[in-house]
């Protein structure tokens, strides 16, 4: 399941990652309805959720500041708003890399996705590691 911070509404991305993805693609309002949900409460949301994926563009209350937890993966793209349509684009090349390709593999990640490389730190060990894009 990928599941899509509130930062991303309107731009159609379910309908754009959805053709190519084989599991639910949501919003995170969807799991929780009718409610604000503060970014510090996300990491609760997600250990709720079957092994979610989240994707946000708010990189400066994530990236090196959330825990990895081998119950979800988060995924935030360091993007210009102009960017922002092509998160479907360099999230599917972001699978296509081994160390992205499956759910499992993906679990336990904080990733930060910019359009010239991926880094990424783990459950295992919160040293970044990088891969510049093939």
Do not use: H
């Amino acid at each position: 399941m990928i599941v899509l911070d509130e930062q991303l509404l309107g731009y159609d991305l379910p309908e754009k990652i959805g053709p190519w993805y084989r599991g639910p693609v949501k919003m995170i309002l969807e799991l929780r309805p009718d409610t604000l949900i503060p970014d510090d409460e996300i990491p609760r949301l997600l250990r709720a959720a079957p092994r979610p994926t989240f994707v946000t563009i708010n990189v400066k209350d994530f990236w090196r500041r959330a825990a990895p937890d081998r119950q979800f993966a988060i995924i935030c793209f360091s993007l210009l708003d102009r960017q922002i349509g092509e998160i479907p684009r360099l999230l599917r090349r972001l699978f296509a890399l081994k160390p992205f390709q499956t759910r499992r593999s993906r679990l336990g990640k904080i990733v930060r996705v910019t359009p010239q490389m991926v880094q990424f730190y783990t459950a295992e060990s919160w040293a970044v590691e990088t891969i510049e894009w093939p």
